[in-house]
């Protein structure tokens, strides 16, 4: 439950044009008269933009919205009841939104700290109206880039557009990101993004709440700001069909961890983009027409990037001691501005071959990689590790509980083992002889049928019509 006299702050933020930084204010206020001031760093791309390009009140509700979903990694430690705005305003429906996405996004972190959210987050609201200005943009496309094989086949896709695509990275530029912009063969704009290190010293107190928070919203708030000051009509996530299933129920309500992934969350953010900040911008995801056994397929076509995607989180993930797994496991090799190159990289360090992540994705690329090429890029077979027999089971459907991790449907990992058995290729496997003994016999009546459904394109999307054709020739 949220703490009873801890208050939470949104203190406004800070523009520094010379510098290209933008600074991010944040107060919480606990019980025992306990203060802590946070401050949230962004620093813009170089060359720096053209700010006098967007009109200060836009660029203002954009800066806004940023502080608002920067804010949640800072909110999450108490889960306080009571927010203000000290210098900001909401209308009744902005709040509303912001309540959504606070709620569900944190969906998960409530399940795994056992927190009723119900009525648990409500922002404060005012009289205030936004209007949403035509702004000039350029034909120009953006593509968010994580490195992983979804973002690639959405960059392979969108280069045979006639119009130019830009990487957009959050954060530290990982070997993975470099490598596999560099065979893409495309300019990179990068934010970097500093949260308040006291962040991390509360993270480890007791009574203080830890857990997953929607970090594609993230993405999406920050991708806005840079298509703006950046003059980018299109922005393209490569968020897929796939994220729109939860994983459990809590409360009364689905628990989905790619929540901000959705198109539910898609299509709230699009319409609050359009209603109180920019007319005619278009954020929308290439790949939700697919679904990631699909994507899996289109990608094995793009070969040269076997060596050089990962789509594991957890070697990715900050640690305590403020570097991910890969550059802990690399120290000697780092460069001096803190990455390594992606040939310093062995597989065990850019896929950690325990999680769902791994063996979801492992799985669905058994049905199209040989696999004498698929244990090379894994550095090991994982349907012969009996430690994650019960991940498989759980991707499988064969538990009450997806995995809490970006990974498919239930029926996607059937079919996908269903392809990989008749191939025969790890037949004498452990888990695949799992699978054979104990879940085949009970859905091989519906296999042909989920086969045809998870390689169709769905219809629920934004993709604009002149992008959905270079979808449709896959």
């Not at 509700?61 to 430690?77: A, P």
């Not at 191939?423 to 989920?450: C, Q, R």
Request: proline share 5%; with cysteine.
């Amino acid at each position: 439950m949220s703490a009873k006299g801890v208050s939470f702050e949104f203190d406004g933020f800070e523009l520094s044009r010379n510098l290209g930084k933008i600074y991010f204010y944040y107060t919480l206020k606990l019980n025992d008269n306990k203060v802590y001031n946070f401050t949230e760093t962004l620093i813009l791309p170089d060359p720096l933009p053209d700010f006098s390009l967007v009109p200060k009140p836009t660029l203002d509700e954009i800066l806004k919205s940023v502080h608002l979903i920067l804010g949640i990694s800072y909110w999450k430690t108490y889960c306080p009841k009571e927010i203000k705005l000290k210098k900001l305003k909401l209308s009744k429906e902005q709040a509303h939104f912001w309540n959504v996405v606070y709620t569900k996004g944190l969906g998960e972190f409530f399940y795994e700290n056992q927190i009723d959210f119900h009525d648990l987050v409500t922002f404060p609201f005012s009289e205030h109206e936004s209007l949403p200005l035509e702004l000039n943009l350029s034909e120009k496309i953006l593509l968010p880039f994580g490195g992983g094989k979804d973002s690639i086949v959405s960059g392979e896709l969108l280069k045979k557009s006639t119009k130019s695509l830009t990487a957009f990275v959050l954060g530290k530029n990982t070997p993975i990101q470099e490598s596999g912009v560099k065979t893409l063969g495309i300019p990179t704009l990068q934010v970097q993004r500093r949260l308040d290190p006291k962040l991390m010293e509360l993270n480890q107190l007791n009574g203080v709440y830890n857990g997953h928070i929607p970090i594609s919203a993230i993405y999406h708030f920050v991708s806005l700001l840079v298509g703006v000051l950046c003059g980018y009509r299109y922005i393209a996530f490569s968020n897929e069909a796939s994220s729109n299933f939860g994983n459990v129920t809590y409360l009364g309500e689905t628990i989905n961890h790619q929540w901000s992934k959705s198109f539910e969350f898609e299509t709230l953010f699009r319409n609050y983009v359009k209603t109180y900040l920019v007319k005619n911008i278009e954020i929308f995801s290439f790949l939700r027409p697919l679904y990631e056994i699909k994507i899996a397929q289109v990608f094995v076509d793009f070969p040269e990037y076997f060596k050089s995607f990962s789509s594991c989180n957890t070697n990715f993930k900050i640690q305590s001691h403020g570097l991910p797994n890969y550059a802990k496991a690399t120290l000697g090799t780092l460069r001096r501005d803190g990455s390594a190159t992606r040939s310093s990289l062995k597989a065990s360090e850019v896929w950690c071959g325990k999680c769902p992540k791994c063996a979801f994705v492992f799985a669905i690329l058994s049905a199209f990689i040989p696999k004498k090429e698929l244990v090379d890029i894994f550095g090991k077979n994982l349907f012969n590790e009996t430690s994650l027999v019960t991940t498989y089971k759980q991707l499988l459907g064969m538990t009450e509980i997806k995995p809490f991790d970006c990974v498919g449907t239930p029926e996607e990992s059937q079919v996908a083992f269903y392809m990989t058995h008749q191939k025969g290729d790890y037949d004498t496997d452990a888990i695949m002889k799992m699978f054979v003994a104990e879940l085949l016999p009970n859905i091989t009546n519906s296999l042909e049928s989920e086969k045809v459904k998870v390689f169709l394109p769905q219809k629920e999307h934004h993709v604009p019509a002149e992008f959905l054709t270079l979808l449709e020739n896959h």
